[in-house]
């Protein structure tokens, strides 16, 4: 299974991906949980302490020149567009409780179009994840699908957009769903989070236009303190594990 998160920014991307990367592995998988956010977070979800320790893939300038043959900290030079990748995540990825992880980090560009060695890198990888892994890949990605192509979306085997129960959280999963149509995602999916009551749930099911809705994960505090801690949402919150059973087994089913 190749699973790609998405939805607008805090609304508990993080948190899906850390629960299902812990039921993937529980259930036998071999895990990969990649944290394509450039806000990075799931490190800390998955319980990894040394999280400051942590260089994202886009920030190791030595190893995008190496990869891409560019000159590090310039522009408008000629590099390699197909880096070698394959190899990074053995190399590269960290463990924590027998789930590997990487944190790709972003791009600091100046225009939408722009096309530099760092993004040339992350991309590559992306695909290679996708498209070549014998694991279980878990992308805790941004809002906009960035770092998916139209090569590596094949690829995904669900797109989950993580809702609240508000229009403009639910704006944000109409718009990814239109832009999954493009991709030609064969499978999206919702989940909602921050769900405090039926009529929450009833709220997202009437606003999704359409997709299937996997399950929802209540508003609990025990969540909420795994967050502030920076501490494994799934060892210390009961009531995430739960609602994450049901999520997993309609995304298996």
């Not at 320790?53 to 891409?68: F, G, H, N, W």
């Not at 992306?126 to 979306?153: C, F, P, Q």
Request: charged residues 25%; contains cysteine; glycine residues 10%.
């Amino acid at each position: 299974m190749k699973i790609a998160i998405s939805g607008k920014g805090g609304v508990g991307k993080t948190t899906l991906a850390a629960i299902l990367s812990y039921l993937y592995k529980e259930s036998g998988n071999k895990v990969l949980a990649i944290d394509a956010d450039p806000d990075a977070n799931l490190a800390g979800a998955l319980g990894f302490l040394n999280v400051k320790d942590l260089v994202p893939i886009s920030e190791m300038k030595d190893l995008v020149a190496e990869r891409t043959g560019s000159e590090p900290g310039t522009y408008g030079t000629f590099f390699s567009i197909s880096p070698k990748v394959d190899d990074l995540p053995d190399t590269m990825a960290k463990e924590i409780n027998g789930i590997k992880f990487m944190t790709l980090g972003g791009v600091k560009k100046g225009g939408g179009g722009c096309i530099c060695p760092e993004s040339v890198l992350l991309k590559t990888l992306i695909m290679n994840l996708v498209l070549n892994r014998d694991e279980v890949v878990i992308l805790d990605m941004e809002a906009g699908l960035e770092h998916l192509g139209r090569a590596t979306s094949t690829g995904v085997d669900c797109l989950i957009v993580v809702c609240e129960p508000g229009q403009r959280s639910l704006e944000t999963a109409r718009v990814v769903k239109k832009l999954a149509a493009d991709l030609r995602i064969r499978r999206v999916a919702v989940v909602g989070n921050k769900v405090r009551n039926q009529s929450d749930r009833d709220f997202i099911q009437q606003n999704v236009d359409g997709l299937q809705v996997l399950g929802h994960i209540p508003y609990a505090d025990s969540i909420v303190e795994a967050d502030r801690e920076g501490i494994s949402v799934f060892h210390h919150s009961p009531e995430a594990v739960e609602s994450g059973r049901s999520i997993y087994a309609n995304l298996v089913r």
